[in-house]
């Protein structure tokens, strides 16, 4: 079965190798992800967050050349929830896309509530990515 999904989107005026250098370090997540802002930690377990269900494991993908930001979010008990995220030069700016999936029980309430955080988010690493530029 197939979920439902909604791809969000931000243009972001800021070269593609500095807007990744940042974003790809998962201690730089809390500064623009709201759902991880007061609660990401290394651990010895790896990354950690405490989110309203409990503490979440959150498996970032290796640094790469290609601009893949996918993360994956594990809590007990839980189906894991995978996070699709690209990076994509555009010129002199990125593109930054990130794919939302419905998770099974979801109400239409929820997923347009987490579409909303999704694009907080997003906005946030765009103003705060051309802040710096």
């Not at 700016?93 to 579409?115: C, H, N, S, W």
């Not at 999704?118 to 990515?129: H, M």
Request: proline residues 7%.
């Amino acid at each position: 079965m197939t979920s439902e999904a909604r791809i969000l989107h931000v243009t972001i005026r800021v070269p593609m190798d500095r807007a990744y250098a940042f974003a790809q370090r998962p201690e730089n997540f809390p500064r623009w992800a709201a759902g991880l802002a007061d609660s990401l930690r290394s651990t010895e377990r790896g990354w950690i967050a405490d989110t309203p269900e409990g503490e979440a494991a959150i498996h970032f993908s290796e640094p790469n050349a290609f601009g893949i930001l996918d993360h994956r979010v594990t809590r007990h008990g839980q189906p894991d929830v995978m996070v699709p995220m690209r990076m994509i030069p555009n010129g002199d700016g990125t593109e930054v896309e990130l794919i939302l999936f419905r998770q099974p029980d979801m109400t239409d309430a929820d997923f347009k509530r987490d579409a909303r955080m999704v694009k907080a988010d997003l906005g946030a690493l765009k103003t705060l990515l051309e802040a710096e530029a």
